[in-house]
């Protein structure tokens, strides 16, 4: 802490007089120390990182996207798309989400978009750690990939964009991510997506199939029965998933979509309000690219 409170030098006025340097806050402290553990205990690099982070941070203002679904354009047509939910907590404590892959609609927002969306999502999830862990703050993924489809590899940008945010700023917060029933076609595109991950994560990710399952009972060691879709070993009814709202996050207000912004892709056309969100979005995305 008091390494990170001196400034360079070097330094900008706005660096020194703002959050840039200084000690550790408490919201940084978890990720603080799991960088410095992903750095292998390397404190100048770790203080490199910190201050990177905090330009990020500022930048970013990733706290504040929280509530993107509430006025971001693009963000809030990802998550009207159904793709992704809060699903529940494991038998430790800790909070998962559920991403269905069929209603992923990359098509119709930017990439910068779309990595603003999961930064909406990693921070629900945080304050969902926060709220839930027994210990440090962290979550996992239930994601059903059995959809993955020749044209999702172009889009495989978009993902390898994630990756780069969230390796980088929300280092070592994965508990497990489950991918459901990949089907061979998927092979190639993760033979991309794995070189982009570091060993840490890797090491967290497990390919379950239907088999391990139905006759596994695979998630039933992880998670209570009511808890699991029964497409998931569980007795939660799975018409949830195609329900016409889609639940805020656990004890977090103003998390909820607006109905009338809930559509499925594979639909057309689109409800007129998508149309017009995914057009605004498409529109404010291209300009920021050209200011740059």
Known sequence: AAA???APEDAAPEDAAGSIYGPVQPIEE??????????RLNLPRTLEWLHSHRRWWR??????????????????????????????????????????????????VSCADHTNFAISGLELMREAGRQFCPGAPEHGALIDIRHWAMWHANYIFYILDFFLMFLEHYPQC????????????????WKVIRRGLDEWTRERIDF????EIF???????HFDAADLFTTLGGTRDPAELQSTTVPGFWQQP???????????????????????LSKLALEQAKRKKARR
Not at 30 to 39: G, I, N, P, S
Not at 174 to 189: D, E, G, Q, S
Not at 215 to 221: D, I, Q, S, V
Request: some cysteine; overall charge neutral.
């Open 30 to 39: 978890y990720d603080t120390l799991r960088a410095l553990k992903a750095r």
């Open 4 to 6: 990170a409170a001196t």
């Open 59 to 108: 930048e970013n203002q990733p706290r504040e996207k929280r509530f993107c679904m509430q006025g971001d354009p693009g963000v809030q047509v990802c998550f009207g798309s159904g793709m992704a939910r809060w699903f529940a907590l494991n038998k430790q404590g800790i909070p998962y989400f559920y991403t269905d892959l069929q209603c992923w609609a990359p098509h119709l």
């Open 208 to 211: 379950v199939t239907d088999d």
């Open 254 to 276: 103003g998390t909820e979509v607006d109905p009338a912004l809930l559509f499925d892709w594979r639909k057309t056309p689109l409800p007129p309000a998508v149309q017009a």
């Open 215 to 221: 006759n596994g009972g695979y998630f039933l060691e």
């Open 174 to 189: 994965v508990h497990r991510i489950y991918l459901l029933n990949a089907p061979p076609v998927f092979a190639y595109a």
